[in-house]
């Protein structure tokens, strides 16, 4: 039995792991009943919606389409586009301590994020950390998003990564399933402290 290959990468997610990204941060202040906006974010601003604008589609493009069957909600609808930096609560202090860690120790890091065009350019001035990331690809310039193996291929390809000796964390349980049936290792990000324990278990330069 050969041993499995050193992990010589780590690929993180932003949104959810190195951002804490949520609509609520904006909804919360714009609906009185917690379960109405539950219900708006399932069923108008839902996450099938939103893939589009990860996919690249425009929010002038996106929105009015979705405004034009739910001209109820027109407003609402708008002020996803109007105040999608409302939506970030800040950097996962703890994610961005470990990867800063492993950068020290010579670890490459990349990132590979769902994320609409108008927004990354935004998040990659107002967080330095971002900016240092050794590469980064980004769904709306792919015009494809994570769970599609193909933009994890173009990740390893792009940048010359063994998919054996890469990890990938990522909150979504089927982003990290895609990225394992292409070999690569997987984190789960549940809590900067779990994260940093399981890549100290799979052998990564960091203080336990």
């Known amino acids: 039995m050969t041993d499995a290959p050193r992990i010589a990468a780590v690929v993180f997610d932003i949104g959810g792991v190195l951002l804490d990204w949520d609509p609520r941060y904006v909804y919360r202040e714009l609906f009185d009943d917690e379960a109405e906006m539950e219900r708006f974010l399932k069923e108008v601003c839902s996450a ?3 893939e589009d604008n990860d996919r690249g589609v425009a929010y002038a493009q996106s929105c009015a389409a979705l405004a034009a069957r ?3 909600y027109r407003e609402l609808i708008w ?3 109007r105040r999608t930096e409302d939506m970030i609560g800040g950097p ?3 994610t961005v301590a470990i990867l800063g860690e492993l950068q020290a120790a010579g670890v490459p890091c990349y990132g590979l994020t769902n994320m609409e ?3 990354y350019p935004l998040r990659r001035e107002r967080y330095p950390f971002l900016r240092v ?3 980064v690809v980004v769904s709306s310039a792919e015009g494809v998003i994570k769970p599609d193996p193909e933009i994890f291929r173009r990740l390893l390809e792009r940048f010359g990564l063994a998919a054996g000796a890469t990890v990938m964390v990522d909150d979504a349980p089927r982003n990290i399933d895609a990225a394992a049936r292409l ?3 997987t984190v789960r ?3 900067p402290e779990q994260l940093r324990a399981e890549l100290v278990a799979l052998g990564l330069p960091l203080s336990g």
Do not use: K, Q, V, Y
């Open 92 to 94: 996962i202090e703890g």
């Open 79 to 81: 002020t996803w586009a």
């Open 48 to 50: 099938e919606w939103h």
């Open 189 to 191: 990000f549940d809590s």
């Open 70 to 72: 739910h001209p109820e």
């Open 117 to 119: 065009a108008e927004t």
């Open 183 to 185: 070999g690569m290792a």
């Open 133 to 135: 990331l050794d590469g």
